[in-house]
């Protein structure tokens, strides 16, 4: 059974910093594509940033410069370094695992976590 599990959550004032976490099991995690979304109320989801197999990365332009994206293949773990946090980014943070093979796409999402910027 495949799960992603997001940590790191929280309220935190504008300017602050906060680091996600997402925990996989289930899937062979070196492989699979890793990526954050976001969903702000009322809004659709959003991809924030994603590390490939092979570590390479991209950013929405929103985030570039304040987010980092990385990844521990020997905890299976996806991380997001979120610096100089804005209001507007406020919203539920989602993990994305995906992976495509011969033409089948695998992805899951974790639950989500929280992300408030508010004084």
């Known amino acids: 059974q495949v799960q992603l599990v997001e940590s790191g959550g929280g309220l935190v004032q504008p300017g602050g910093s906060l680091r996600l976490s997402c925990a996989a099991s289930?899937?062979?995690?070196?492989?699979?594509?890793m990526g954050w979304y976001r969903q702000a109320p009322g809004k659709q989801r959003e991809l924030v940033a994603a590390?490939?197999?092979?570590?390479?990365?991209d950013y929405a332009d929103f985030v570039k410069g304040r987010f980092t994206i990385s990844r521990d293949n020997t905890k299976d773990t996806v991380y997001l370094q979120m610096n100089s946090l804005k209001p507007e980014d406020t919203a539920v943070y989602y993990c994305?695992?995906?992976?495509?093979?011969?033409?089948?796409?695998?992805?899951?999402w974790g639950p989500g976590t929280q992300v408030t910027v508010s004084s």
């Open positions: 994305n695992a995906d992976l495509l093979v011969k033409g089948t796409d695998y992805a899951y």
């Open positions: 289930g899937i062979t995690f070196s492989l699979y594509a």
């Open positions: 590390i490939t197999s092979g570590g390479e990365t």
